[in-house]
């Protein structure tokens, strides 16, 4: 089953160890993409202990749905992402049920225009903004402006084209422009 084009220490090879149940192999992968992942879902829902479960539950589906990923269709990192976000749905979701807030702490956000805000009153102005932004347009921006993700790689999570991708930015800025500057005036 392996492929011979693989690299041993690749996480497609881990993953294809996964797939025939290599608990060594997965521990390898959790350790690989715990910072990353925590972090990406932390921006999402801007909730620390929410973050820390959601981080779990993703590597608990990484085991539990290993022999859905196949290698030719996805990258492994693209696909572990997409388990992570839906899984920031689901909270997402559970949370309005019980009507309660669907963020509960700041989002970071390392856009270039934020490095040059001098005074925290301002980068949680533009936080507190970035609350309010639909799920898509966040995952957008905490994808390529946060995380550092490629337009085209950030459409595969997002299952969009990168043309949609850029669109979602687009309409993100302009709404935290309109935000920010109607709580300024």
């Keep these: 089953m392996d492929s011979p084009s693989l690299k041993a220490d690749s996480d497609e090879y881990l993953m294809q160890q996964v797939q ?14 715990t910072q990353s992942i925590h972090a990406f879902i932390y ?12 981080t779990q539950e993703t590597f608990l589906r990484l085991w539990q749905r290993a022999a859905h990923w196949t290698p030719d269709t996805v990258q492994f990192s693209t696909w572990l992402h997409q388990i992570a976000r839906n899984l920031c749905i689901d909270q997402f979701r559970r949370e309005r049920s019980r009507k309660r807030t669907l963020i509960q702490e700041t989002i970071e956000f390392a856009d270039s225009s934020i490095e040059t805000i001098e005074t925290a009153a301002q980068k949680q102005a533009i936080r507190a903004a ?3 932004l639909p799920e898509r347009q966040r995952t957008a921006i905490v994808l390529c402006q946060v995380q550092g993700w490629t337009q085209q790689d950030a459409a595969k999570v997002l299952d969009t084209t990168v043309d949609g991708v850029q669109a979602l930015i687009g309409r993100a800025r302009r709404s935290l422009r309109g935000i920010l500057v109607t709580n300024n005036e």
Excluded: P, Y
């Design 20 to 33: 025939q149940r290599d608990e060594s192999a997965f521990s390898l992968l959790v350790q690989r993409h």
């Design 130 to 132: 970035i609350r309010t």
């Design 43 to 54: 921006r999402l829902c801007g909730n620390q202990s929410d973050a820390e479960d959601i």
